[in-house]
């Protein structure tokens, strides 16, 4: 008989423990097996739920119950995420999580400790909600040198850009009808500011370029200065083919031995799999050297589809309970940097809505040849253009001539390579 | 040490040990110990390439050498590779194929073989080359019950059907390009029939759902019908948003106990993930209660991407040897029908095109209310038509009315839910 611990009965914890008893049938069928959630920690009372006898307060019963051999930490944030999660595994017990932060911040510590102990630490929830990525991607990396990654990897912005674009909302405008809807937090600047995003970005990139990717490190910028304006004018670009859109895009390029990670909002070719990804859906974009193309597209958050990640998470842990001396999942630590890194590296295009009393000159003068969008009802002193490829370094210098020339409405990446 | 046999140096075999080698540090590390391929099995001479010593012609050197821990198996067809693999298989040796032909006849008994034998026998390549679905889907199912898998799973058909869409060509002449370009083969019935998106299905299918479905019992219809005036009133039709597109979908759906799976070209709506799937591309829709909706999308065939999932399979049976009391990738025998399976259990609704000295009237005569689609230079003997939903039994009634009346010239499903 297995036993196993859910620590949290919030969203996702309540949704694990429904999945798990709905398919308690099939997991004991794969598992050759009987399996029972013994604990589950809150600190609030659940007395009255058909489970309510499993609940414990003290996260020192689950620890030292040698009867545990899985648990699942489904709290979020640091801390106390961090201290449970590394007491568990120095304990003797795998854990699952769909903690993000925690993974992005700790994630090459705690994948050495799982290492130390003989036991799993699985993070499957933490990118992509139900979308099946961390376990395919590490999968690939046997066949394959991963050359990129980028993906649409929060579904807030998404459902905000898309209502901008499909309906012609204004950002505060999609805004509100997010948090009206639940996608969005009162405080929405964990969303729309790129952080989420960027943890994520960094979960893929550590495991792809096998090196931890501190968020602190990565260039990030959210979605807030996106207007309807510059969505308008996207739709009115064309790259290469297709009708174009605005995406906030996690983007991880291998370039050498470094991994060069940012994240921006950008426009998006129409022939991208990415473009047509919209409302609160994410996709992830992975290119191998022998695969090719590779995307994972579906929901990327919600109550059931990251639940059932941590299911999946939760059966793989207790098929495969040691990892002994073979390599599985795995990254190493690196450096911290303090300040985002320079993404020198990463050459785009950029879009620029500007105004001035000559704003097609001053573009010019900057930028040299550019490519002027044209916009409905666009004021006489306004431009909108988008310039060649160039690094970020070039592009901050050349920004630089236009200023006392033009004043800078709106900017985006122009990614018409994904 | 590891010792691996490749058997068959064709594209996919020859890929793979490129691939491998290629890799072969970075699989190193992943198993924690060193592996190297000692025989590769063609009848053909290949002694002046690199790793030319490594090849026999004789199949019982392979077997016979209790080194050899692992073999995929690259020759393709029914036969002699099922009798390799079931001689493999009893003699204690872990099994990878790309072969969807064994895979989809014989999957159910060569599973078991594995068990009994406790080996592994994984076929990732075998639908989707280098997309990662055999693996996600599998272990999606522990927390999902899977209601629905749709694709587009043959490149061949695909790269046909968006040259008629996009650049207007008709049936011929796409498939002549496809030829030029070494997409489809000289006898090019295997893909254009359906007789490969079948096989890919009904693997999908078995896996999915956990009884074998076998190819012969499922309706299969090509696009060998489509003509470049159906594609172009599918241009016309608008589902529930967006432009259609024709593609060939390989659909397996849950009906109570029973999986109703059918292979036919049909109408997708412009909002599906599948719709802008282009070119030798191939996409899967998987549904499952918990995860929604998740689409894999990548290159469905090719030297590279095939082999690189070949090279993850061999990585991954090197990793698990044994699958011991455990339940991993399975599914039960079941009865096998001579006659394809009475579809009629899915309903959907119908394109028709038809010709006839009244066809509007035909056509609500025999499909009562009907949505007619406008057409570009449309003979006045021509209509074409989108009914509304029914089974495949209803429609046959149906259509039995309209003979004597209108002509044939083209139908498709409209599967407008996906």
Redesign the interface.
Known sequence: MFKIAILGHGVVGSGTTE??FK?KE??E????GEVDVKYILDIRDFSDLPYGDRFVKDFGVILNDPEVSVAAELIGGLNPAYDFVKALLNAGKSVVTSNKELVAQKGAELLKTARDNGVRFFFEASVGG???II??LH???????IHEIAGILNGTTNFILTKMFRDGMGFGEALGLAQERGYAEHDPSDDVDGHDTCRKICILASLAFGKHVYPDGVYTEGIRGITREDVSYCENWSGSSGKGAVKLIGRAVRSGEKAVVMVCPAFVNGSS?LA?VDDVFNAILVR????????????GA?K??T??????DI??AL??PGS????SLHWEDAPKQSEPEDYGGLTSGFYLRIKGSNPEAAANGAFGDVAFLSGNGRPGDEAAFVTGKMSGGEFGAKLGALRGKAEILGRARVFDDL
């Open positions: 999945v798990f398919n099939s997991i069928k794969k598992l050759g139900g979308i099946p376990r395919p999968q690939c990396l046997a066949a394959n040198e799999q047509g191998g050297d022998a695969t090719g193309d590779v995307v994972f597209y579906g929901k919600g059931y589809p639940a059932s990640a941590v299911v999946n059966v793989s098929k495969n002994g001396k073979r390599r």
